[in-house]
Structures are given as C-alpha cells and as structure tokens.
C-alpha cells in the first residue's frame, strides 16, 4: 500500500448507510467513493483510475449484480459482499462470482476495519 489514501467504492442503494459508511471510512484515512445506482456505478469505474476496493451491497440489486460482479473481475478491481441474513443464495452466488469475502449484516466496525486492512495489504 503506497502512502496514497486507498480509494475504496462503496456500493449501496441505501445512500443513508453509504453516506454513514463513507463518512467512517472517511476517519480512518481511506478515500471513499460511493454508488447508488447501476448508472452511478458504470460513471465511477469509468472515470476513477486506482480503486483498490469495491464493498457491495449486495440488497436490492437483484440480477444487475452479476454483471457488476463480471465487470469488477474483467478490471481486477476485488470486490467484498455485504448482504443481509436472509440473501444466502445471493451470498454464496457473489462468492462463486469472484467476492473475496462475506460481511453479513449488521456489520461491525472492526470486523469491517480489519478485513478491508487485510485485503489492501495483500494488492
């Protein structure tokens, strides 16, 4: 990790929780980008160079989320899910899809926090 602040995305129709998750993030020296929509989404990977990141909300998004999926793999971009407890089909579809890991919700900071940690000390 370069002594750049490491741009994470944080996809979540949700803007409440995005805007909580970026705000978070925020304090703890990452750069956080966030997307609400397929529109959105396709806008920030055009247009952001180095996204180190990408933590995907997974609610919501129904069928969209496999091409997103397809999408982050083709640019190398690793990707998290985050899904609620009840979404264990779609939890282990993005897994088969490429996610490097599982959050299910409610999430916890530090189990958040050191997860992503981990996963930029080994890009």
């Known amino acids: 990790m370069s002594d750049e602040k490491p741009i994470i995305l944080s996809v979540d129709r949700n803007r409440r ?20 929509s397929q529109t959105e989404i396709e806008s920030v990977l ?11 909300d997974i609610s919501g998004f129904d069928r969209q989320i496999w ?3 397809q999408r ?23 897994l088969a899809r490429g ?3 599982l959050l299910v919700k409610p ?5 958040l926090l050191q997860l992503i940690r981990n ?5």
Do not use: D
């Open 17 to 36: 929780n995005s805007e909580l998750l970026v705000q978070f993030l925020a304090k703890q020296g990452y750069q956080v980008l966030s997307a609400a």
């Open 46 to 56: 055009e247009n952001t160079n180095k996204i180190e990141l990408v933590l995907l």
């Open 67 to 69: 091409s997103l999926c």
């Open 72 to 94: 982050l793999q083709e640019k190398a971009i690793p990707f998290v899910a985050i899904a609620a407890p009840h979404q264990a089909g779609m939890q282990q579809a993005c």
């Open 99 to 101: 996610a490097l890991g």
């Open 107 to 111: 999430l916890t900071a530090q189990n």
């Open 119 to 123: 996963l930029l000390q080994r890009a």
